[in-house]
């Protein structure tokens, strides 16, 4: 899929109270957070993405998460109703900037969703029905955007990115929970080993992966399906249950 354009939100002021179950989560450092931001938004830049700079939201901890407000597909925006409420009010922004660029729509109560539980595919979208989006948030989705929708539902799942990314050409990567499941049938499936689940977060801009440093098996198994590897350090992000897709919307 073709990317003209990413979405960005550096930190705010109240990032280390970001919502997280990691262990690490008290050892968040803000000033690294933000550097490692601005590394992120270079290797976008240079990947040949305009990148679109919203103001830092020094009220929501979780801002940067940008891909959770909401689910782009071809000429629209589905501007999301979060899961954890605490987040709501993070997509009024993005609203804002997305509506000089494509048609949107809000997601209204009873749905909820969020952007980290969509995988994009070329001729569909594959949703979690996990503790952030529900079913009516999936068949809003499905009906504004006007694609199909398969679902991965698992009510302890807090977002299916953290565990199913598309890399392109057919072929996705997954933890093993989740590396047979139907909705994944039909595909070329990249199983991360143990211990390596984080690396099933990727970004794929074109032939090119971003994918969280350190994971090095994992890297050289997208490496050997063809694919070429940029590691990027996102330690401060890891720490608050974030990882390389919820650091921007692309389209």
């Not at 949107?104 to 979690?128: C, K, M, N, W, Y």
């Not at 499941?181 to 971003?210: C, F, N, Q, S, W």
Request: one cysteine or more.
């Amino acid at each position: 899929m073709k990317y003209r354009k990413a979405l960005i939100r550096p930190p705010g002021a109240n990032y280390v109270k970001c919502l997280s179950c990691h262990p690490m989560r008290g050892t968040v450092d803000l000033k690294k957070a933000r550097e490692q931001h601005a590394v992120y938004k270079a290797i976008l830049a240079d990947l040949g993405l305009e990148v679109i700079v919203l103001p830092q939201d020094d009220f929501h901890p979780d801002s940067c998460f940008v891909e959770d407000c909401a689910v782009v597909h071809g000429p629209k925006a589905l501007i999301t109703r979060m899961g954890a409420p605490s987040r709501r009010g993070e997509e009024d922004a993005v609203e804002a900037k997305l509506e000089d660029y494509l048609s949107t729509r809000r997601a209204e109560a009873p749905a909820t969703v969020e952007g980290g539980d969509v995988v994009h595919l070329p001729d569909r979208l594959i949703s979690g029905l996990s503790q952030r989006t529900n079913a009516e948030g999936i068949r809003l989705m499905g009906e504004w955007l006007a694609v199909k929708v398969d679902a991965i539902e698992d009510e302890e799942m807090m977002h299916l990115k953290s565990h199913v990314t598309y890399l392109g050409e057919g072929t996705l990567i997954a933890t093993e929970k989740y590396s047979n499941h139907p909705a994944l049938r039909g595909m070329d499936v990249i199983v991360v080993p143990k211990g390596e689940e984080y690396a099933a977060d990727t970004l794929a801009i074109d032939d090119t992966v971003l994918m969280p440093a350190g994971r090095r098996e994992s890297q050289r198994l997208v490496e050997s399906a063809g694919f070429k590897v940029i590691p990027v350090d996102v330690s401060e992000f890891e720490k608050c249950d974030g990882a390389l897709t919820c650091l921007s919307i692309l389209f």
